[in-house]
Every structure is written in C-alpha cells, then in structure tokens.
C-alpha cells in the first residue's frame, strides 16, 4: 500500500492524537493492543513470545561471553576486532540489531563509551534490552558533549592522559566496548571471566574488576 | 528534521541515573508497548527510518514529559491513523468500528526466532568503491531539512576525520519516505575541542556514524 509520508501532517496528526486520548499510557497501551488483535492486525501471542525474548534468552550474557572469549582467546580477539559480526556468529548468538557490530577495545590509555543521541540504538541480540539510563535525556544529551563528567556519575574517575572516545549509534552500526581485562585475573577460565563482565562494562560506564559480580 | 529528539550536547539535563531500572515482563505496559511494536502489521512494511520520524514529529513538549515507550505508543498511533487502520474514538474505546482490507495474518509467535535470529540490515550488497577512505579530512555539511536525516545538528559544519568505513546503507533520508538508495557510511572521528567550547580533553573524540552525501571533502 502507499502511505502517505508527509511531516507536517504527521506533526498536526501528533498534536490531535495528543489532544484527544486519556492520560494514563498504561490504560492507552492497553486499549491499541485490543484494537489491533481486533481488527486482525496483532496477535497477543507474539507480543507475550517478544517478552519472553527479551526476560530469558538475549541479555548481557552474551555479550559477557564474547568479551571473555576475547580476554582468553588471541585468534578470536584478532577475528572479533576486524569483524566483530562474523566472529560473533561463531558463538552461535542471534542478529537482531546487531548485524552491523564493532567492537572497540579500552585500553590503558584510551577508553571507549558508546551512546544513540537521536533515540536509543543498542545491540540488542548481544546485550539485550538497553538499561533507562542510556535511554534517559540526561544521558544522551551530556555524554558526547561531557563525557568524564557522566562517567564521574557513574563511579568511573578517568586520568587526563586516558583518551576518551564516544561512539554515536546513529546509524545501523552497533558498538560493544572491549572492557581492559583486570590484572589480577590470570587464573581464571571464560565462565569465571564472563561472569565478572557487566552490562555497563560493555556499554563503557564501568571497568571489570575481579572484585564485584557483573549485572 | 530540527527536532527534539537530536539531542547530542544540549545543556540543561542534569545529572544521570545509573540506578533506575524499569520492570520488565508481560503484564508491564512498557514491556507489552515495546514488544507490540515488534508484532504488529506495518502499513506499508516495517520500515525503520519511517517509525524513527514519525517519533521524530510528537511535539517537543510531549516528547520531553512522555515515558521512553509512552513515546513508542504515540509514534504508533501516528502510523496507524496515518494511513485511517485506526481513529481517535477507536484509539480512546479499544473498540473497531472498521477492520483493513486486505492486510493478510498478523504475525505468528513462531515467526518470532526467525525475526531475532536474522535482524533487519540497512548495508546493501555494492562493489562501488566509497569517496572516502580512512584519515581522509571532511567537513559535515550544514544539511537541515525539515524531513529525517541522521546527521546529528551537534556535527554540522565542523571538520573531522574518516575512522572506519562501514559498505553501503540506504540513506535514512530517502528510505523514510520508501525511496531506497544506498550510500558509503563511515565513522567519523571529531576532536571534542572542535565541536564543544568547553571540552573537558584536547584528545577527546566523537564518532558519529555518517553517509557520504553528509559530507564534503575538506
């Protein structure tokens, strides 16, 4: 079908919606998903199996994985820096908005962050669903322009010789930090590895330290 | 489009909070808004860059007071009654007054590994070779129109450095209104000093991710 695409209009349609309907989202998301099912353009089911999903099979496990496999692994690190999606594949994880992964790597003098300043752009199949805070105004808006002083919010002190780059998803392109693999970690196997490895060590707010569990 | 939504070094937000979670799971309004949009037949076909404009076009005030997936509710209904599948009686009842022709099944929950398995790509398959290459200086251009674009407005005008090329995507502004035309996409590293006049590091970086009719050569 042709749909009608022009942003003005689109724009006033907004206001009217806007305008019209009741306050509480709760009450509003309810009603669109009976409407839908009703006129045969939803099946609650699907939506009930997205949930399940997004509650137990993607997560920042799997990411968590791929960072220790990493940390263990010279040729698959080698492989995931220069293509992360491919070397990804190997471990047998899905693709949904990850399909155009990078991976880029901390190191002792250069730490990375990774943000979407224009909606919330994340790698899903590899670490599930984005946490409030990276979706949040605050967030988006103050980590390009201040980005030691969001991670000082975060707990995280950078040197001023550590080079601090941060990656706007703007695109189809998805990034997933490389954490620095903490010093006193030599004895342990990619489980124990994986297990230290936090969410928002990959998304760059946070350093592994053999100390606290991963979230 | 000059929206709201283009956030990147607004002043004025305060500080973040690590701490906030929501809840996750099937009788929570968030998670069932957020999967529904995953489910539901598109008008059109899913189309991605036309979901992000339409989010885009919610007005600056209730934009910045809605819930992150209180702002998916109203870019969905902008959609559906877009195109007349749904009305505002209907949208306030829960009830239909009339169904689409011709739209065929809904999505069925065991189509749901095969959408989580193979994702959606915007890279197309193109052998062209791209204008750019890595280290070459380009200045994003002062591109402002009113439809969608995913140059960032913190970028516009300012000189920076091609870091990784990444093949060809279709171009956001023209595939939102259905014209599919792939274009050379790059990371772009700006110094942080170039774009901001308090820059905290002088070797601080951002990287953007830009289509190559974004940019000129410098």
């Known amino acids: 079908m042709k ?13 009217e919606l806007h305008s019209h309907l ?12 009976s409407l839908l099912v009703e006129k045969g353009l939803l099946n609650s089911a699907t939506i009930d ?46 693709r949904l908005e990850a399909n155009n992964l990078v991976v880029v790597e901390n190191t002792p003098k250069r730490h990375n962050v990774v943000v979407c300043t224009l909606c919330s752009c994340y790698p899903w199949a590899i670490m599930g669903l984005p946490p409030t805070w990276y979706r949040s105004f605050e967030y988006r808006s103050r980590v390009v322009r201040d980005p030691r002083g969001v991670l000082r919010e975060f707990g995280l002190e950078l040197d001023d010789d550590v080079e601090v780059r941060v990656w706007d998803s703007n695109a189809d392109v998805r990034y997933m930090v490389l954490p620095e693999r903490p010093p006193d970690s030599e004895g342990l196997n990619e489980a124990e590895l994986a297990a230290l490895v936090s969410r928002d060590a990959m998304v760059g707010t946070a350093k592994v330290t053999t100390t606290e569990q991963g979230n | ?10 002043h004025g937000f305060g500080p973040v909070d690590p701490s906030r979670e929501q809840p996750f799971s099937k009788t929570e309004w968030r ?6 949009e995953l489910s539901y037949t598109q008008p059109g076909g899913f189309n991605v860059d036309w979901l992000r404009h339409v989010l885009e076009c919610i007005p600056p005030d209730v934009y910045l007071t809605s819930d992150y997936f209180d702002r998916w509710y109203w870019r969905d209904v902008g959609v559906l009654a877009n195109v007349g599948w749904v009305s505002i009686d209907e949208l306030a009842s829960g009830v239909a007054t009339s169904r689409p022709q011709d739209v065929g099944d809904p999505l ?4 749901v590994s095969v959408m989580l398995e193979q994702g959606l790509d915007s890279r197309r398959d193109v052998a062209d070779p791209p204008a750019f290459k890595p280290g070459d200086r380009v200045r994003a251009k002062f591109h402002s129109p009113l439809g969608a674009t995913r140059l960032p407005r913190y970028v516009r005008g300012h000189v920076g450095v091609i870091e990784q090329y990444h093949g060809w995507h279709v171009l956001p502004d023209a595939n939102a209104v259905g014209d599919e035309r792939p274009e050379p996409l790059y990371s772009v590293g700006f110094l942080a000093q170039d774009l901001w006049s308090d820059a905290a590091a002088p070797g601080d970086k951002v990287f953007p991710c830009l289509w190559e009719s974004y940019l000129e050569r410098e």
């Open chain 1, 3 to 15: 749909v009608p695409k022009e942003t003005k209009k689109i724009m006033e349609l907004e206001k």
């Open chain 1, 22 to 33: 009741p306050s509480d989202p709760a009450l509003r998301v309810k009603a669109l998903e």
């Open chain 1, 49 to 94: 199996r997205w949930i399940e999903v997004f509650s137990d099979e993607v997560g920042p496990k799997n990411g968590a994985r791929v960072v220790a496999k990493a940390w263990s692994d010279e040729a698959f690190k080698k492989h995931l820096m220069a293509d992360a999606r491919k070397a990804v594949d190997e471990l047998g994880f899905p």
């Open chain 2, 1 to 10: 489009m000059d929206g709201i939504h283009d956030m990147g070094g607004m």
């Open chain 2, 31 to 36: 998670a069932r808004m957020f999967c529904l």
């Open chain 2, 108 to 111: 069925p929950p065991e189509a």
